[in-house]
């Protein structure tokens, strides 16, 4: 079975401080893909990123980077210089590929305070 | 603009009484989901589809069914709906299976 666990319920930082949302996972599949959802106050859920399980090469893009460490099972993510506007609930996930789609964590509820 | 369009936004509903949410994609994606999102909770899988013709079941799939007639469309009904069925429902669709899912604005039911 899989699982995702999002250990951080809450989080609050203030304006500009970098935060790290971190996320830990189990599966006993060795192909498996790993992703990053934004969950606005809006409620729609916005993909940010998939990542497959042959490719540890961290990523960054604009303020967001990720780092994926199949050493540790984590794939955590990293706002820098945080803002408002990031704030949101984020989701991690993971998929074997197969037809039962995504195993969501429980989510982190992020809090950008100006 | 392409995408996933579910209706009702948003509904409430009186307990027993039947209640299909629709769900319509226009990118000619061949797997479609349904998940339910309860506070706490995260997000569960009620049922998918891999290709139109073919339905499966999720985590949750009691209290629930599916269709799956052509490529764009994927109802979701609630036979006769209890109150643990209140939460917000999101309808989402991948090219195939394994590759990123993209989700609906989802679908707030309210049942009383």
């Known amino acids: 079975a899989q699982k995702v666990t999002q250990a951080q319920t809450e989080i609050s930082v203030v304006e500009k401080e970098d935060v790290t949302l971190d996320c830990v996972y189990e599966t006993r599949d060795t192909t498996y893909y790993l992703f990053w959802y934004k969950q606005p106050p809006s409620g729609e859920l916005v993909f940010l990123i998939r990542r497959n399980s042959f490719d540890e090469q961290n990523e960054i893009s604009g303020r967001y980077s990720w780092n994926f460490q199949k050493s540790t099972s984590s794939f955590n993510f990293t706002i820098t210089a945080s803002q408002v506007v990031d704030s949101a609930v984020y989701f991690c996930?993971?998929?074997?590929?197969?037809?039962?789609?995504?195993?969501f964590g429980k989510g982190t509820h992020l809090i950008i305070q100006p | 603009i392409a995408g996933i369009t579910q209706a009702p936004t948003s509904q409430i509903l009186a307990a027993g009484r039947r209640m299909t949410l629709r769900c319509t994609q226009d990118?000619?994606?061949?797997?479609m989901y349904w998940y339910r999102q309860d506070l706490g909770l995260g997000l569960r899988l009620i049922h998918y589809s891999n290709t139109a013709g073919t339905t499966g079941k999720g985590e949750v799939p009691d209290g629930y069914s599916v269709s799956r007639a052509n490529t764009d469309d994927f109802p979701l009904t609630l036979a006769s709906a209890v109150p643990s069925q209140t939460s917000v429902y999101f309808c989402a669709s991948s090219q195939w299976t394994g590759n990123t899912i993209y989700f609906g604005e989802g679908s707030w039911l309210t049942v009383v």
């Open positions: 990118m000619r994606h061949n797997a």
């Open positions: 996930a993971l998929s074997r590929g197969g037809a039962d789609g995504l195993t």
